[in-house]
């Protein structure tokens, strides 16, 4: 069967983006960007990306010819992949991307309504993590959590992939990468996929209900969810930021006893976890600490150290 490394395999960027220039072994070809006003050649074209020194601008083979032919990648990644196999490789039997085991139900089954995308986007995100990955390890998530959740790196963003409880992939989260730029949005979504998805819900299945006695932490962002996911910390997010936690989401929690609401240390932060904590009632509470100690649940974590979070959770100290 032939997926995705099957056709960029056979095709070397050089030859696509700059046609008749002359290459040897693995060196670039410098042509000028076409991104940006480019006075001297700055875009270094390899067998399998491209890379500008003047705008920053990275771009892989099947981003390349998606952004050519007028193709999203994240929706219609399979076109994309097909696109690319009859225009420039040729090869047959391009299978269909096969969907995770689902694990146990929740009470909330109305994201397996929308149509998934096909996973091998995200293991194509994965896959071009490379070097990136320190950027993950450095906010204290485990190599096991980043490769089953299929954490990646896509055209100067961070992706994180969000499932639903049968493991099918609902959307992509893009998040900056801060070493190319600090200006625009943080974090951002698929344009067609950009409403608010709960995150990690396989925290609110039976069996993980059970295991932990009914505690869920509910956090503001997939990171500081994914941080205490690596601890073995029941945790759950939501997507598209502090405010966009829904009451559709409410009954999802229905198999939790204790809730705790562990939202960022500022005015924004616990104004919604008062807000989501009236939605979710008497079950709730809202987890606190001093804001001299971290801003979010990471930083508590990198600066006080894990065990200071867990007896947070556990109640055994006062966060404030």
Request: charged share 25%; hydrophobic share 40%.
């Amino acid at each position: 069967m032939i997926g995705y490394r099957d056709v960029v395999s056979k095709i070397d960027l050089r030859e696509l983006m700059a046609p008749g220039k002359s290459f040897r072994g693995n060196n670039p070809v410098k042509i000028m960007c076409p991104w940006h006003n480019d006075t001297t050649p700055s875009l270094a074209i390899y067998h399998d990306h491209a890379y500008c020194y003047g705008c920053y601008k990275r771009v892989s083979i099947l981003e390349w010819i998606a952004e050519e032919n007028g193709l999203d990648i994240a929706s219609d990644f399979r076109s994309v992949v097909e696109l690319a196999n009859s225009k420039y490789v040729g090869l047959i039997s391009l299978p269909s991307s096969p969907l995770r085991t689902p694990n146990s139900r929740i009470a909330d089954e109305q994201d397996l309504s929308i149509k998934p995308l096909d996973i091998s986007f995200a293991k194509y995100c994965h896959d071009h993590l490379g070097e990136k990955r320190a950027w993950f390890t450095g906010r204290g998530l485990t190599d096991q959590v980043i490769d089953s959740e299929l954490l990646g790196y896509l055209n100067n963003a961070f992706t994180i992939p969000v499932w639903n409880s049968a493991w099918q992939l609902l959307t992509m989260r893009y998040r900056r990468d801060d070493t190319i730029t600090q200006t625009g949005s943080k974090y951002w979504g698929i344009k067609t996929r950009n409403r608010a998805f709960l995150y990690n819900s396989k925290a609110l299945t039976r069996d993980y209900m059970r295991i932990n006695n009914g505690l869920v932490v509910l956090c503001e962002g997939e990171l500081d969810c994914l941080r205490l996911w690596c601890e073995g910390i029941n945790s759950v997010s939501f997507t598209n930021g502090v405010g966009a936690f829904r009451p559709e989401f409410v009954p999802s929690f229905s198999l939790a006893s204790r809730i705790l609401v562990a939202f960022d240390i500022d005015n924004a932060g616990q104004k919604e976890a008062h807000r989501i904590a009236d939605m979710l009632g008497d079950r709730a509470s809202i987890m606190t600490w001093d804001a001299s100690l971290g801003k979010d649940i990471t930083d508590l974590a990198n600066n006080q150290g894990i065990d200071y979070v867990k007896n947070l959770i556990s109640g055994e100290v006062n966060g404030i």
